[in-house]
């Protein structure tokens, strides 16, 4: 085990590429330069109050002592680190947008893990970067929370994600503009320390396309292979490296209509080159079953990163990849192929796991209209989708009036059924029980499949609200709390988040629809 603080850390990425060296944090455009050095801008009072022990004992890290504090608060760099923010581009709610870079993310190192994996090391609102544009590189608690708790549900929940190790208040206070009225407040300061293999996004590539930088292009893909994609190799590695990240990344998708997870700024530079989630901000779980429903307040009224468009978004995404490719590739036809397998790939994916979120024991060519019938029944009734599944998985013979089957999933429903939205669901459910007993696996095995598809427990927005609003009081049961359940979202342990959205929580701002002013 290592301490944050006395910990050797490896800087690969820095003696690879060029960077600005200067550590002059004025926003600035970055001409020919993959990162700029960034320090830590000191904080008032960094106080833990959040950590992650399984995560730390797989990275080998001790629990933080007071001098880890002040590392995760930014206010002690040790003679290892480099710290840097990175530079990066990308395309924002269709646009291309150009430079963008780490605005408020500072990485400090690279950490050799005792397994022998490289994990990077990133504090998210540590200060301004030249990045930043006209933000101040700050997070607020609200937000720091947000993230901390929801990538460690995502890694529990089995969607592959960045992780969120610690938790700092800064003690400084923030001002934000949450609802984007002119009404700015001071809100509590926070910084979360991030890891992952990599925080690379879609967006560093197409930021050296733009430039028309092609040597280190090349260079940056050849080292996103060596490292992350060692097993590529060969004269054509190029092309099997981006089909690896066609296939993640559908993977990913699929992952995340599997537990109704609704990222909220699917930006190309928003999406990671090792098909993680990543860049926690305006997400939101379903919770009524709405493919149009969008948490973003900024993704009104065109519903761009709406639950039911993300997969095609992430195809639109992986183009955007593609074409910052091309210039390494004497034709575009094996690029353009690779983008159009994300197709294929990603509905036979999705129909696999939509077998399994239905406890079948194997998709049939029958079963896809049983199962786009099933969606289009789920979209008219909207019910809680967490719910509904596990309702489902415990719908026992003996549930034989139609009486009794409404009954049975009435802690599901948000509103009363009107006479077609019954019919519709009876017949559903009706499709359904038939299908079940055609299955050849017993009744043991169509009934784990459900349960290891589909979670009991997820982090609620509402629940997220209520554990931010105890911590700005100084209390952190419910955060304690939500931060034990969510690492066991399949189990049973812990049923008093097993709640439909309240009525109070519909309309209010942070419970159901957010902004990105974080
Ligand atoms: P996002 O879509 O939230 O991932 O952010 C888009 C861009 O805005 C990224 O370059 C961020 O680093 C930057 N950004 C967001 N919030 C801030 C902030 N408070 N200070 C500086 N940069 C920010
Ligand atoms: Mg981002």
Redesign the pocket.
């Known amino acids: 085990m290592d301490s944050l603080s006395s910990k050797k850390y490896n800087k690969d990425f820095v003696d690879s590429f060029n960077g600005d060296h200067s550590g002059d944090l004025t926003s600035r455009q970055t001409p020919g330069v993959l990162y700029s050095k960034a320090l830590p801008t000191a904080v008032k009072n960094p106080q833990l109050i959040g950590w992650s022990d399984d995560l730390a004992d797989q990275l080998g890290v001790e629990v933080p002592s007071e001098d880890d504090v002040k590392v995760l608060g930014g206010n002690f760099v040790t003679p290892t680190m480099y710290p840097y923010a990175a530079c990066?581009a990308?395309h924002?709610f269709g646009n291309w947008a150009g430079q963008?870079?780490?605005?408020?993310?500072i990485t400090l190192g690279e950490w050799l893990t005792p397994k022998g994996e490289i994990w990077e090391f990133q504090l998210k609102?540590a200060g301004?970067?030249p990045?930043?544009?006209r933000?101040?590189?700050?997070?607020v608690l609200r937000s720091s929370v947000r993230e901390f708790l929801m990538s460690e549900a995502m890694h529990y929940l089995r969607v592959p994600t960045t992780r969120a190790l610690g938790l700092v208040t800064t003690g400084d206070m923030v001002m934000r503009d949450m609802f984007y009225n002119g009404n700015p407040q001071y809100e509590p300061g926070a910084i979360v320390m991030r890891v992952s293999p990599s925080f690379l996004r879609f967006g560093n590539f197409e930021m050296l396309a733009a430039r028309k930088d092609i040597a280190n292009l090349t260079k940056l893909v050849n080292w996103t292979i060596d490292r992350y994609y060692p097993h590529i190799t060969g004269e054509d590695r190029v092309i099997r490296w981006f089909k690896e990240v066609v296939e993640k990344t559908a993977q990913l998708i699929v992952e995340w209509l599997r537990v109704g997870f609704v990222h909220g700024?699917m930006?190309t530079?928003?999406m990671s080159v090792l098909g993680l989630t990543i860049?926690y901000?305006p997400y939101s779980f379903l919770d009524n079953y709405d493919p149009e429903f969008t948490p973003n307040t900024t993704d009104l009224p065109g519903r761009r990163y709406a639950f039911g468009n993300q997969s095609s978004v992430a195809y639109w995404n992986l183009g955007c990849l593609a074409n910052a490719l091309v210039p390494l590739f004497e034709t575009t036809a094996p690029l353009v192929e690779a983008v159009e397998s994300y197709q294929n790939m990603f509905w036979q994916k999705y129909y696999v796991m939509m077998g399994n979120k239905l406890g079948l024991d194997e998709v049939r060519d029958s079963d896809l209209n049983f199962i786009n019938q099933f969606e289009q029944m789920l979209s008219t009734v909207e019910p809680d989708m967490t719910i509904f599944y596990q309702l489902l998985s415990e719908l026992t013979s003996d549930k034989i009036t139609d009486e009794d089957i409404v009954i049975h999933f009435k802690e599901a429903f948000y509103k009363d059924l009107s006479l077609d939205a019954r019919a519709i669901f009876l017949q559903s459910m009706k499709a359904w029980r038939e299908r079940i007993n055609s299955n050849r696996i017993s009744k043991e095995e169509s009934l784990k499949k459900m349960s290891e598809t589909n979670p009991r427990y997820i982090l609620r927005n509402y629940l997220l609200h209520k554990a931010i609003e105890e911590l700005e009081r100084g209390e952190n049961q419910l955060f304690l709390r939500l931060q034990l359940a969510m690492k066991n979202p399949y189990s049973r342990n812990f049923d008093e988040f097993f709640m439909k959205r309240p009525e109070w929580a519909t309309q209010k701002a942070g419970c159901s629809m957010l902004s990105?002013s974080?």
């Open positions: 990066y990308g924002q963008l870079g780490d605005g408020r993310a609102g301004q970067t990045y930043s544009r933000a101040d590189g700050r997070a700024v930006n530079d928003n860049d901000g990105c974080s």
